[in-house]
């Protein structure tokens, strides 16, 4: 048997002006929640890869024929805390700004 390694990487979504993601899901699973950040409902998405080959920064993946990316913790800003990549940064460099990790 041949094992090949799997890694998922998660690329930052810069919510890029076109959104070109939310505008071609045609189930409107991959949607804008109010905090201004593009998230995916995984009940109401199909796997049809539209917005993974939407989106020119390749951010949305298909994993285990669901989109998925970072949703930068929406529930977890709900409730006043920063995103889990925010508080395990060691060095403190990464910060959430006006709703932007940088």
Same mark, same amino acid.
Not at 84 to 93: F, K, P, Q, W
């Given at each position: 048997? =041949? ?7 998660f690329?930052?979504?810069? %919510? ?9 899901? &045609? =189930?409107? /699973? ?7 950040? &593009? ?6 998405c ?7 080959? %939407?989106?020119?920064?390749?951010? &949305? ?5 669901? /989109? ?13 805390? /920063?995103p889990?990549?925010? =508080? %395990? ?14």
């Amino acid at each position: 048997s =041949t094992f090949h390694k799997s890694i998922n990487e998660f690329i930052n979504c810069v %919510a890029c002006r076109d959104l070109s993601c939310i505008r071609l899901c &045609p =189930t409107g /699973a991959m949607h804008m929640h109010f905090l201004g950040v &593009p998230v995916v409902d995984p009940d109401e998405c199909l796997g049809c890869g539209y917005c993974v080959d %939407a989106c020119r920064n390749h951010v &949305p993946q298909l994993i285990d024929g669901k /989109a998925v990316k970072c949703d930068m913790c929406v529930d977890r800003q709900l409730q006043g805390k /920063a995103p889990y990549c925010v =508080t %395990a940064c060691r060095r403190g460099r990464l910060k959430l700004i006006d709703g932007v990790l940088g």
